[in-house]
């Protein structure tokens, strides 16, 4: 019964900011990497950035130096700091968070949410 809610979205000007946030509930023993993607309309659901449970990040070319991916293990939280929006960032996107829910890491598994509009226009 993990649920991944997210929060964040909206419509913002080109150039504005948004934070995106996700949250995990549940019976939760370890979280390993978390991830944003984002699909939009006719698109396939593409990576946007990643962050490892020690907190590396990755961050596709079209996104780096505009997001920023972070993570609150106390709260069990994954963040995207999305900033100088382009109307190319519409799009719905997602949480994906890979965790286990008993104490063996190994059965760790991914984990959605339900998305969030991003819509970036004048």
């Known amino acids: 019964q993990v649920q991944l809610v997210e929060s964040g979205g909206g419509l913002v000007q080109p150039g504005g900011s948004l934070r995106l946030s996700c949250a995990a509930s549940?019976?939760?023993?370890?979280?390993?990497?978390m991830a944003w993607y984002c699909q939009a309309p006719g698109n396939q659901r593409e990576l946007v950035a990643a962050?490892?449970?020690?907190?590396?990040?990755s961050y596709a070319d079209s996104v780096k130096g505009r997001f920023t991916i972070s993570r609150d293990n106390a709260k069990k939280m994954v963040y995207l700091q999305m900033n100088s929006l382009k109307p190319e960032d519409t799009a719905v996107y997602y949480c994906?968070?890979?965790?286990?829910?008993?104490?063996?890491?190994?059965?760790?598994?991914?984990?959605w949410g339900q998305g969030t509009q991003v819509t970036v226009s004048s």
């Open positions: 994906k968070v890979n965790l286990a829910t008993t104490p063996w890491n190994v059965n760790a598994r991914d984990y």
């Open positions: 549940g019976t939760i023993f370890s979280i390993n990497a």
């Open positions: 962050i490892s449970r020690g907190g590396s990040t």
